[in-house]
C-alpha cells in the first residue's frame, strides 16, 4: 500500500518498510548525505541527513517514513548545522585536498562544496593517523577515513569477507583491519572486492590507478554532489527493478 | 590633483606557502593594468617593501611553520582593515602541515642529516634563522581572518573577481565553480 509523507511541502509516496531518505530520494528529493548509500543498509552515522519529522530531528536514512508525516528538509538552519558536521570532518582528520588522489572523486569534498564550506572554522586536530601500503593492490591511508563504514559493511554483506571493523571509542574510534598482524596485506581482500571501491573519500584507493582521469574532468569536477545521489540512486532502481528487489 | 580619491592600498604576503598563489594574482594577465588603475601596493613581493602599513586589505598566503611567519602575520592583522586567507596553505596547512605528525628533530635530521644527496651534512643554527614552531598553523588559528579564497591555488579568474568585489565594497561571492579545495 502506498501512502505519502511531506518533504518541504511536497507530496512523497511511499511503500511499508520505506526510510525518509528511500521515499526522498525515489522521489528525487534531495537530503544531503555521506555514510548512505542504497546499496547498503543504512548506518544513520555521518548525520548530514537530519532532517526535521514531526518536530523531531531524525536521521532520514534510518528513519522509517509514516503515513502523514511532516518533514522539514532544506533550511538554512538545517543546512548550516550540516556545514558544521561537514567542517568538523575535515578538522578531525587529515584531508590534504591538493595532495589527494581521490580529489575531485571525494564525496566529503563534495559535500564541502555543496553545503557552500567556505572556511574549516574549527581548530585542526592533525591527528596521527596510520599509512598502510602492505596490499599489493590497495592502499589504505586512515589520515581520510571518516568513519562512515561503507568499506566495513560491503566487506560483511556484500563480500562476505569481515575485511574491517570499527575499533575504539570516542575520538579513538579507527578503522580496524582484521588479520593478526592488523595489516591490509595479511587479509583475503582482494582489488575486485566491493569493498575497494566503495569509500567515499580517499582512504581506500587502489594503487597505480592515480591520475588515469585528469583533475577537471574527475566526478566532481563534472557533477553536483545531490546530482550523484540522485544518478546513485537511479542506478541502483533500475539493477534492482522498481520495487528495489 | 588634490581632491582626486585615495587608492585601495593592499598588502600580500607568503608565509608557508609556494608563492602558487601569488602567480595565480600575477595569472590574470592583462587585468594587472586594471588593477593598477584601483589599487596602491603597499608591502608584497612585487614592491620588496619590508613592513606592512596602514591597508584597506590584506591578502596571506602560507600557513604559519615558524616565528617570523607568526610576527608578519600579527603586523597584517594589526595594518588591514579586511584579511583574506588566500589558497589551502593559509586556510589548511595543506602540505606544509604533512609534517605535523612527524617530530621536528626527526623532520631535521631526515631533511639535513640522512639525506645521500647533501653535502656537510649539519642542521642549521643561524641565530637569524627564525624559530620554527611544532606544528604548521593556518592563518584562522592564529588571527581572526575576514575571508577565505580557496583552492591551491585559486585560479586567477577566482582572484580577480573577489578582488574587484572587494575594492569595489561589494561582498564577494564564490560561486560553486570557483570553490575548489584542490
Redesign the interface.
Same mark, same amino acid.
Given at each position: 500500500m502506498t501512502s505519502t509523507i511531506t518533504i518541504d511541502g511536497k507530496t512523497v509516496p511511499f511503500t511499508e518498510g520505506q526510510t525518509i531518505m528511500d521515499a526522498a530520494l525515489a522521489a528525487k528529493v534531495y537530503i544531503p548525505h555521506l555514510c548512505h548509500d542504497p546499496e547498503f543498509k543504512p548506518h544513520g552515522s555521518c548525520k548530514l541527513c537530519v532532517v526535521e519529522a514531526n518536530g523531531r530531528n531524525v536521521t532520514s536514512c534510518t528513519m522509517p517514513a509514516s503515513p502523514d508525516m511532516v518533514v522539514i528538509n532544506d533550511t538554512p538552519e538545517l543546512n548550516e548545522d550540516r556545514r558544521a558536521l561537514v567542517q568538523m570532518l575535515f578538522v578531525e582528520g587529515n584531508h590534504i585536498c591538493p595532495a589527494c588522489e581521490a580529489t575531485g572523486n571525494c564525496q566529503l569534498q563534495a559535500a564541502g562544496y555543496y553545503l557552500r564550506m567556505q572556511s574549516p572554522h574549527f581548530m585542526h586536530f592533525y591527528p596521527p593517523r596510520r599509512v598502510d601500503a602492505s596490499h599489493p593492490d590497495i592502499f589504505l591511508d586512515l589520515n581520510r577515513c571518516i568513519l562512515c563504514e561503507l568499506c566495513v559493511r560491503a566487506s560483511r554483506d556484500i563480500d562476505k569477507k569481515n575485511v574491517f571493523g570499527i575499533s575504539g571509542r570516542g575520538i579513538d574510534s579507527h578503522l580496524a583491519v582484521n588479520s593478526e598482524s592488523g595489516r591490509l596485506g595479511d587479509t583475503d581482500m582482494a582489488v575486485t572486492d566491493k569493498a575497494a571501491h566503495v569509500c567515499p573519500t580517499g582512504a581506500i584507493l587502489i594503487k597505480r590507478k592515480g591520475y588515469t582521469v585528469p583533475i577537471g574532468q574527475r566526478i566532481f569536477d563534472q557533477k553536483t554532489l545531490r546530482e550523484f545521489h540522485l544518478e546513485q540512486q537511479k542506478r541502483v532502481e533500475s539493477e534492482d527493478g522498481p520495487d528495489g528487489g | 590633483m588634490a581632491d582626486e580619491k585615495p587608492k585601495i592600498r593592499i598588502a600580500t604576503c607568503s608565509l608557508a606557502g609556494c608563492f602558487g598563489c601569488h602567480t595565480s594574482l600575477l595569472d590574470i594577465d592583462e587585468r594587472l593594468f586594471d588593477l593598477m588603475e584601483m589599487v596602491e601596493f603597499d608591502r608584497t613581493p612585487f614592491t620588496d617593501i619590508k613592513h606592512c602599513g596602514p591597508c584597506d586589505i590584506g591578502i596571506v598566503e602560507g600557513g604559519v611553520s615558524n616565528a617570523e611567519n607568526a610576527r608578519v602575520l600579527k603586523e597584517f592583522r594589526e595594518n588591514c582593515n579586511v584579511l583574506v586567507?588566500i589558497g589551502?596553505c593559509a +586556510?589548511?596547512?595543506?602540505?606544509p602541515?604533512?609534517r605535523?605528525?612527524i617530530d621536528l628533530w626527526d623532520c631535521f635530521q631526515e631533511v639535513y642529516l640522512y639525506d645521500s644527496g647533501t653535502e656537510g651534512k649539519q642542521i642549521p643554527n643561524d641565530p637569524e634563522l627564525p624559530l620554527p614552531f611544532d606544528?604548521v598553523?593556518?592563518i584562522?588559528?592564529v588571527v581572526k581572518?575576514d575571508y577565505?579564497l580557496?583552492g591551491?591555488p585559486p585560479p586567477a579568474d577566482a582572484i580577480w573577481r573577489f578582488l574587484t568585489a572587494l575594492i569595489q565594497g561589494r561582498e564577494p561571492e +564564490?560561486g560553486?565553480e570557483s570553490?575548489?579545495?584542490?
Open positions: - | 586567507a589551502s +586556510i589548511t596547512g595543506n602540505v602541515a604533512l605535523n605528525n606544528k598553523y593556518p584562522y588559528e581572518v577565505f580557496h591551491c +564564490i560553486y570553490l575548489r579545495y584542490d
